[in-house]
């Protein structure tokens, strides 16, 4: 899992090395904050046994902040790539919490 936390946060840190950083709309610190608060969706979901209803609120919790963070970046922090990364890596802390959900659980709160 950490190892997707890498992409994401490379790919994010790719786009502002590759062009001029005064034109995007994010920076290294967004960046971090967005690894920030998915490493603390992983603690959070590692921290006890996870039962449905207390996955689904940790889950609420990370993409509200997500959605927060992106708006904030001018709705370009979080790409179609990071999108599909995050989702992977949320479902992944999912399946190791020994919870399953049926189709993609970020989609009732997600905005990127």
Do not use: P
């Not at 899992?1 to 790919?11: A, G, P």
């Amino acid at each position: 899992m950490r190892n997707l936390l890498k992409v994401i946060q490379y790919d994010m840190l790719d786009f502002i090395e590759g062009d001029d950083e005064n034109e995007t709309d994010y920076t290294a610190k967004d960046v971090t904050l967005c690894i920030t608060s998915l490493l603390e969706f992983m603690s959070s979901m590692e921290s006890e046994v996870q039962t449905v209803e207390s996955a689904k609120g940790h889950i609420e919790k990370v993409v509200l902040s997500l959605n927060s963070l992106n708006h904030q970046c001018g709705d370009c922090l979080i790409e179609t790539e990071q999108r599909e990364d995050i989702c992977q890596f949320i479902q992944k802390v999912i399946s190791a919490a020994n919870v399953e959900f049926a189709g993609d659980v970020t989609e009732e709160w997600r905005e990127w």
